[in-house]
């Protein structure tokens, strides 16, 4: 029961890096989402793809770009990565958007832009 | 989605209920509320949701007002592996495309 599996799990970056982070889902879900949380924060919707094929913009996506790859994986790419992209970002993903019920969410990735 | 407004931290003793209320006052019809937390640097873990009736599951039981204006997460008997931050969430997923809005939550701290 892998669920939604990230990679990497941590990161340091220099400033104007980039770097891609990976997301997989196992559930056959169709919707996906990238959030991130800064410390002491709760968690931002960078972007999300309702379904396969789609992508839109959450609150937060200056800085990013994501790719639906296929239905299983969602990535989120920093361009040129700055120090206020530093955070722990976290993948999830829902079987439909019109479902009410519980999403499953990854165990992060650590990311310290320097 | 409806802007819901929590204590910023509890403290329970192990073995007790813990009751985390959460206020919604501004809740539409279609809305859901929602309980999720966070244990330490994990993602977070669905508990549950309701829209009108009580609900509970093997984790807790959510106890929604006849206004719907609030409700209360009960975690019957707290343990030390409890202590997380909890977070409510006012959500309508058929029109929100899935774009769940987390607050600051709830601090529960459990105590032996």
């Not at chain 1, 890096?17 to 002491?40: E, F, I, K, V």
């Not at chain 2, 093997?58 to 019957?76: F, G, N, V």
């Not at chain 2, 997923?93 to 607050?103: D, R």
Request: hydrophobic share 30%.
């Amino acid at each position: 029961n892998a669920g939604v599996t990230q990679t990497p799990k941590f990161q340091v970056l220099k400033t104007g890096q980039s770097m891609t982070l990976q997301c997989a889902q196992d559930m056959n879900h169709n919707s996906m989402y990238w959030y991130r949380q800064d410390p002491g924060m709760g968690l931002r919707l960078i972007y999300y793809s309702a379904s396969e094929g789609t992508t839109d913009k959450g609150e937060v996506p200056n800085g990013y770009n994501v790719s639906r790859l296929n239905k299983r994986e969602f990535s989120l790419r920093l361009e040129s990565a700055a120090p206020s992209q530093t955070s722990v970002y976290f993948c999830a993903s829902s079987d439909r958007p019109g479902a009410n019920y519980g999403y499953t969410f990854g165990s992060g990735t650590r990311l310290t832009v320097v | 989605d409806a802007k819901t407004t929590q204590p910023p931290s509890m403290d329970c003793a192990e073995g007790r209920a813990a009751n985390l209320p959460c206020n919604h006052s501004t809740i539409s019809g279609n809305e859901y509320v929602y309980w999720y937390r966070q244990i330490h640097s994990q993602g977070p873990q669905y508990i549950i949701h309701g829209l009108k009736n009580n609900e509970t599951n093997e984790m807790a039981s959510l106890i929604i007002t006849e206004d719907r204006k609030s409700s209360t997460l009960i975690l019957p008997h707290a343990t030390l592996r409890d202590t997380a931050v909890y977070y409510c969430i006012a959500f309508a997923g058929g029109t929100s495309y899935g774009k769940l809005t987390f607050g600051q939550g709830t601090i529960l701290t459990v105590h032996p």
